[in-house]
């Protein structure tokens, strides 16, 4: 049987458990609820859950046997047969303990929780199965790849036939680069709306700009991308590469830094603007009474009680700029170049990541393989500026509460 339709079986034999079980609790009690320990919902719910999750379990387990066995696919009368079989045992032995002194109330948070254990543990299983792949095939590239010319190399030349040039400086020069000028972008424009919006805008305004700033946030980055691909790239090509000598192509650091900066506005915008409306009111009266004028208590009062959550959002913002990939590939080109020039074309880690991973690859070349040293590289990256953020955060917040 096919895992939907036994799965929507699981779920009419649940349906079906609650009101047999329900049922018998009324019979049992004589319909009042005064001589049940639990009530008689939970007696109805226990049976539900019980023949769902043991049907459940038996089909994870029935297929984690056949990836492990290789057991072929002709067997799925068998993983029917197990299933049901299991979730029929759980109805019948739930069934048969409803009685006025079983406490179905514990047995129905008790599932409940490990439901809710579960879930929560699948993030963070998640989280260990990524990095773990990264680890492993990351060890294989560097059985095949030295470290140090990694690491340290300067050219950037894959070509799949054994003497590429695998050096990630380049890689990581360009994101370092269009993520400095996104943030140029970003956080002077984004702090300062922020400030406007929670100093100096009505409620009125607030109400109504505010919701606008934020739709910048939902529009995909393939559309910043064309954004910057038709657009930004060639205003920035006509009026100041070509007239300044600097470039003649659409595709720059510029281009796809000035596109990224204006995506993450509202992703500082909205941090700032929470982060100084947590201030206290208190700290604003006090400088008010000392005879401070708005402009002063934002400025010595309020910015420096909410520097460090500005701070951490900055930091932030520059983890979401290092893993951008799409506005990169269509606004800053895929050239692998150590250059001071932002009119010229780059690219990052995040792009050659996805192009060493296109196309028919052999998993077994380092030319494959560098993609996942890249990945753990900018994992750690980000994973440093998040943890660096939140410390920051952490650490001041306290003495403002």
């Known amino acids: 049987m096919p895992g939907q339709w036994l ?28 001589v049940m320990h639990s009530l008689m919902p939970y007696h109805g719910w226990n049976v539900a859950l019980a023949a769902f999750l043991s049907g459940i379990a038996a089909m994870v387990a029935w297929g984690a046997i056949r990836s492990i066995t290789g057991i072929p696919d002709g067997s799925n009368v068998i993983g029917t047969v197990l299933t049901l079989g ?49 680890l492993f095939e990351t060890a294989n590239f560097f059985g095949q790849y030295s470290w140090t010319k990694f690491f340290f190399g300067i050219d950037w ?7 590429s040039d695998l050096g990630m400086l380049p890689l990581l020069w360009g994101t370092l680069y269009v993520s400095f000028i996104a943030l ?17 805008a009505g409620p009125k305004l607030r109400a109504v700009a505010k919701p606008l ?8 980055t393939i559309v910043y991308g064309l954004f910057a691909l038709i657009t930004v790239g060639p205003i920035l090509r006509d009026y100041f590469a ?39 009111q208190s700290m604003r009266d006090g400088s ?12 010595q009062v309020i910015i420096p009680a909410a520097l460090p959550g500005i701070v951490g959002a900055i930091l932030l913002a520059a983890s979401r700029a290092i893993g951008e990939t799409m506005i990169v590939v269509m606004g800053a080109g895929a050239a692998a170049r150590l250059s001071l020039n932002p009119f010229e074309a780059m690219t990052t880690v995040t792009v050659k990541i996805v192009s060493q991973l296109t196309g028919d690859t052999d998993f077994a070349a380092p030319e494959t393989l560098v993609a996942f040293a890249l990945g753990i590289t900018l994992f750690v990256i980000t994973l440093g500026l998040n943890v660096l953020a939140l410390y920051i955060v952490r650490k001041y917040r306290e003495q403002y509460e």
């Open 157 to 163: 030349a894959p070509n799949f036939r054994g003497d």
């Open 213 to 220: 700033l934020e739709v910048l946030a939902g529009i995909p």
């Open 184 to 200: 140029l972008v970003a956080v002077p424009i984004g702090l300062f709306a922020a400030i406007y919006l929670s100093e100096y």
């Open 7 to 34: 799965f929507l079986l699981l779920c009419v034999l649940a349906t079906a458990g609650y009101m047999i079980g329900h049922r018998k609790a009324v019979s049992v009690s004589g319909g009042s609820n005064r």
């Open 288 to 299: 008010f009474g000392l005879g401070a004028t708005h402009s002063e208590t934002v400025k």
């Open 242 to 280: 070509q007239p300044m000598g600097l470039g003649e192509s659409g595709s720059s650091v510029m281009t796809a830094g000035v596109v990224m900066g204006i995506m993450l506005i509202p992703f500082v915008s909205s941090l700032s603007d929470d982060i100084i409306n947590a201030v206290p």
């Open 86 to 134: 299991a979730a029929g045992a759980a109805f019948w032995l739930s069934l048969q303990q409803i009685s006025r002194e079983f406490r179905a109330r514990n047995s129905v948070e008790t599932m409940v929780k490990g439901i809710l254990i579960l879930a929560s543990s699948i993030a963070i299983l998640t989280t260990v199965g990524i990095i773990l792949s990264m």
